[in-house]
């Protein structure tokens, strides 16, 4: 069969692999969508045809879920080719769309990123023109804290405290009062929001703010502050994690557990082995993933349980997490995910397998395209899309 094609097509092309062309030309053999004597790129551009007209359809939708859907997949998709459709989902009645929207544009394009994050800063929505606020924060440009300022004197506290975690990332530090205030508020939102913000900050000057939090009698701040300290957790931290990972919360176990896999095996690595075992089972995927991020397989057994969990729940959250971790076996668990009953499962399946990418990623995606849900195809359809660039 190889004698019947381009040879020289096998060589890397746009930055694709080889190993992956070849991949996607079996698949379409396989399945009799093609000949064997007909050529790779034929079977790459039926594909990207197909992913498109996916996409286009799913914006069309009455459903808004599918259309906030098809604007992240849109993003995920990483291709230029997909801008008008996210600048159409910018303009979405459905807030999350927009939201989805500017996030997927980020991926994309600069210049239009921070022409919609303008266009949203005005959104009717708290959550949309937050988001729009922070992520001018995240882009910088001469003219963006020009932009930003008029928003301090928002009638919305939420909008506010966006402001000025924005222009603070751009260095205007006379607002870091702003966020330091909120984190003593009564208002849980807001409180929770601020943390975010800190925790988003490169300074290393905001991580003793955070620690601090480690104390509050809320478990809620708690779990906030430390999914804000994130991989930023100094050695200093590892007695009160140990203490965090023995509360009776178990979001807290969950998120001080994954805290403490950042900290060198010799110390930490005991504890999280324990964790591996936990009444909870999403206490023991988030120590097997942090035991994953010190290199030891130890507990690599519980991603496959946590797949076979009777919580819907814990089993999207195992294929998510299956996307951000290196794992021998993943192809092969993401292949049982993606026939979970279901949607939420298929959707972090899909998803996952496009973080994973790689020749292997093409064939699980390519028969996602069928999916009964249209949402499940959009995002196998932007993932395919972003696997073929």
Known sequence: MLKAVDRNFFIARRGVHWKLLFCVFLVFVSAGILHAVEKPEEA??????RCLSILSQAMKSENAFVRGAAARAAGESRDPALIPL??????????????FALQGMEK????????????LSED???????????TLGNLGGKDVAGWIRPHLESPDRRVRLAAAAALLKLGGEEHLDTLLDTLQDLNSVERYQAIGYLGKMESKEMLPHLTALLEDSEDEVIFYSLKAIGNKAQPDLFAPLIELTKSQNANVRYQAVLVLGNLPADVSGDRIRELCGDADPMVRVSAAVAMNRQGAADCNAVF???????????????????????????????????????????????????????AMAFPLLIGMLDDPREAVRAYAAGNLIQLMR
């Open 44 to 49: 790459i551009s039926k594909v990207r045809e």
């Open 124 to 134: 009717s929505n708290v959550w949309v023109k937050s988001t729009a606020l922070e």
């Open 304 to 358: 496959a349980e946590g797949l076979s969990h009777a919580d819907y729940g814990v089993r999207s959250t195992t294929a998510r997490i299956l996307g951000e971790i290196e794992l021998k076996e993943r192809p092969q668990l993401l292949a049982k995910a993606l026939h979970d009953k279901n949607t939420r499962v298929r959707t972090a399946a899909v998803r996952a397998v496009g973080m994973m990418g790689g």
């Open 86 to 99: 996210l600048k159409k989902a910018a303009e979405d009645v459905y807030h999350t769309t927009r939201l």
């Open 108 to 119: 994309i394009s600069h210049a239009e990123t921070v022409a919609i994050a303008k266009s």
